[in-house]
């Protein structure tokens, strides 16, 4: 099964499990493994961003850990 990935334009092959998985909900988009790669790592590192910001106190102990 073909899909057409929602942010380049590119026509990608679906596995057999993210068949299923359109079939279940066909309302739910699709990326292509490069798009999926890309946005994956954005916010993971945006993610550890914000956690490092919101514990102030996390930071003090990776400090202590490296000195
Ligand atoms: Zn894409």
Same mark, same amino acid.
Not at 27 to 44: A, N
């Given at each position: 099964? *073909?899909?057409?990935? @929602?942010?380049?334009?590119? #026509?990608? @092959?679906? #596995? *057999? /499990? !993210? &068949?299923? *998985? =359109? ?5 739910? @988009? ?6 999926? &790669? /890309?946005? #994956? !790592? *954005?916010? +993971?590192? /945006?993610? =550890? =961003?914000? +956690? %490092?910001?919101?514990?102030? &106190?996390?930071?003090?102990?990776? %400090? +202590?850990?490296?000195?």
């Amino acid at each position: 099964m *073909k899909m057409l990935c @929602i942010l380049c334009d590119q #026509t990608f @092959i679906l #596995t *057999k /499990r !993210q &068949e299923k *998985k =359109q079939k279940k909900h066909p309302h739910k @988009i699709q990326l292509c493994p490069d798009c999926y &790669e /890309r946005i #994956t !790592q *954005k916010v +993971e590192s /945006r993610r =550890q =961003q914000k +956690e %490092a910001s919101a514990k102030p &106190e996390n930071r003090v102990v990776q %400090a +202590e850990v490296v000195s």
